[in-house]
């Protein structure tokens, strides 16, 4: 998180926009089963549980909107290039799996009393690949 700082604070001073980006969730235990077996297959996995994947990313921008107060921040985007077969975000068996579920995860926690995503119109990005 250090490095983070170090580039939001930059950020800050510059009045530079920043476009945040989930590049992989690189956790085991919300990997699917069949991909917990190498390192590149955790990479790759998307979330078992959505719900906690969009509390996860929810945590990290309330934490860096409020705790932190960075207003750098303009857009966050939950994944990095999906709908590839080489990307993140792949089902169990490999094959890149729908974005709308996770960023319907995302945003029925991004309400505007609670979520300071919303409060801020933080923008969340819908690739383009979408189904």
Not at 58 to 70: M, T
Request: positive net charge; proline residues 7%.
């Amino acid at each position: 998180m250090r490095v983070l700082y170090r580039i939001l604070d930059w950020a800050e001073k510059n009045q530079v926009d920043i476009f945040l980006q989930q590049q992989f969730s690189d956790v085991a235990w919300n990997a699917y089963p069949e991909l917990r077996g190498t390192r590149k297959g955790v990479l790759i996995s998307g979330p078992v549980s959505m719900q906690e994947f969009s509390e996860g990313l929810a945590a990290l921008a309330d934490h860096l909107l409020r705790a932190k107060n960075y207003h750098c921040i303009k857009w966050l985007c939950i994944t990095n290039e999906p709908g590839w077969s080489w990307s993140s975000f792949q089902g169990p068996d490999g094959k890149p799996l729908p974005l709308a579920p996770a960023l319907g995860a995302v945003r029925a926690g991004s309400t505007p009393s609670s979520s300071p995503m919303m409060r801020r119109r933080i923008g969340m990005r819908r690739s383009t690949c979408e189904e």
